[in-house]
């Protein structure tokens, strides 16, 4: 039996989330809701997929060692009996006068170019840096799920690469991972800077992106970031060129940096989202496991100390991660392309390396709360950018 029916819960809540990226998310919805209803049945390791048949769907139970409190199949119980599962008892379409709110949850992807301020802004909504920052252009590789809860709202803020232009199969792969958030999302936030006074219409980078959500501009919420940094003429003309460009949910101007102007942005947002149960817990703020934090640390670090193309050139994966009492003991391995980035990630007489593993360290135990045990090593692996194999061993699906 599964000790902790929290992390039960979480799980199948996970399982949901998955089955959203696939469908419009009503669907998966409906289905949180029965299985809230049935006070979150178990399932057994013979259990191939979730099935709810009033909707016709089923979820793969594979998807459960994605969740960062993943629990092996071999510790869970049986989810359905053997008849068939009771169907849900009608309620009234008007609520009782002494009913409970009804919560809002909903999934908000963040889109734009590369170092327009996206994992800024999610790092502010949710209160914590959850996403790596770094003053390089194409520092997030990944989506990265970060998750607002307040009382009787949940927003989960899904940060994507920049969009842009690059020849290598892992250019290829970050577009694809952020333009495959604009589907099945409840609201999309289109982060853009200020664009020149003399400018008569949208730059043509901005307008390939919204060519790329055309349709979805009544679910589209407009920040023109980085408003502190522009004239006051510069946001009136960014604003009046982004209306005419598309009747959008709202544009609004402001800083994620400066954390200023952001509370119109929320408000917008709660106003938007559908009713639904919350999808995590109210005290979690990421799905992404520690294993896939401690590795973006290690990033974060390099990309911060290492100049022109060698940040680009690198990966981190994490080869051990063992828990004792007092000590985590952590090996990353740091993937390159060439022997001169190895020598340069390397320093003279290690300096670098070891600059780099205190830097991520210090992320780590802040994040772990337990003293860490770091240990990096530098390989080689030619053209890793460019090769379907090596970029699915690295975790670019």
Not at 4 to 15: D, T
Not at 66 to 78: G, I
Not at 85 to 108: L, N, V
Not at 174 to 201: C, H, Q
Request: glycine share 6%; net charge positive; aromatic share 6%.
């Amino acid at each position: 039996m599964l000790k902790n029916p929290l992390k039960h819960r979480l799980h199948i809540q996970h399982l949901l989330v998955r089955l959203w990226e696939q469908d419009s998310g009503k669907t998966a919805r409906l289905c949180l809701k029965e299985h809230e209803a049935r006070n979150w049945p178990r399932f057994s390791k013979v259990e191939k997929s979730l099935h709810f048949p009033k909707y016709k769907v089923k979820v793969p139970l594979a998807f459960h060692r994605l969740h960062p409190l993943y629990c092996a199949t071999s510790e869970l119980e049986t989810l359905f009996p053997s008849s068939s599962p009771p169907e849900m008892p009608h309620t009234a379409t008007t609520p009782a006068p002494d009913a409970a709110p009804e919560t809002r949850c909903g999934f908000i992807g963040l889109i734009g170019r590369p170092n327009v301020g996206k994992s800024t802004l999610l790092n502010r909504l949710v209160g914590q840096a959850v996403s790596i920052i770094t003053p390089k252009p194409q520092t997030t590789r990944n989506r990265i799920r970060g998750i607002r809860t307040e009382e009787l709202v949940q927003m989960v803020f899904i940060d994507t690469p920049g969009i842009h232009e690059g020849p290598k199969k892992l250019n290829q792969r970050m577009n694809r991972y952020a333009l495959e958030t604009l589907v099945g999302n409840d609201l999309n936030i289109w982060l853009v800077e200020p664009f020149p006074e003399s400018k008569a219409a949208l730059p043509k980078n901005e307008q390939a992106i919204l060519e790329q959500f055309r349709g979805r501009e009544p679910h589209t919420i407009v920040l023109l970031n980085k408003c502190d940094a522009a004239s006051k003429v510069q946001v009136i003309r960014s604003i009046d060129l982004l209306g005419q460009a598309g009747a959008f949910l709202g544009i609004v101007p402001g800083s994620a940096l400066k954390d200023q102007n952001l509370d119109p942005l929320l408000s917008l947002i709660r106003a938007n989202l559908p009713g639904s149960p919350f999808f995590f817990e109210s005290d979690q703020v990421t799905d992404a496991t520690e294993r896939f934090l401690v590795a973006e640390f290690v990033r974060e670090a390099l990309f911060r100390r290492l100049k022109q193309e060698v940040p680009y050139a690198t990966a981190v994966r994490v080869e051990q991660f063992e828990e004792s009492e007092r000590l985590i003991s952590i090996h990353c391995q740091i993937c390159v392309e060439r022997d001169s980035q190895k020598g340069i990630i390397i320093g003279k007489g290690g300096a670098m390396l070891k600059e780099i593993g205190t830097a991520a360290r210090l992320r780590m135990e802040r994040l772990l709360g337990r003293k860490v045990f770091l240990g990096l090593h530098v390989k080689v692996v030619r053209r890793w950018t460019d090769d379907a194999f090596h970029l699915r061993q690295l975790g670019y699906e």
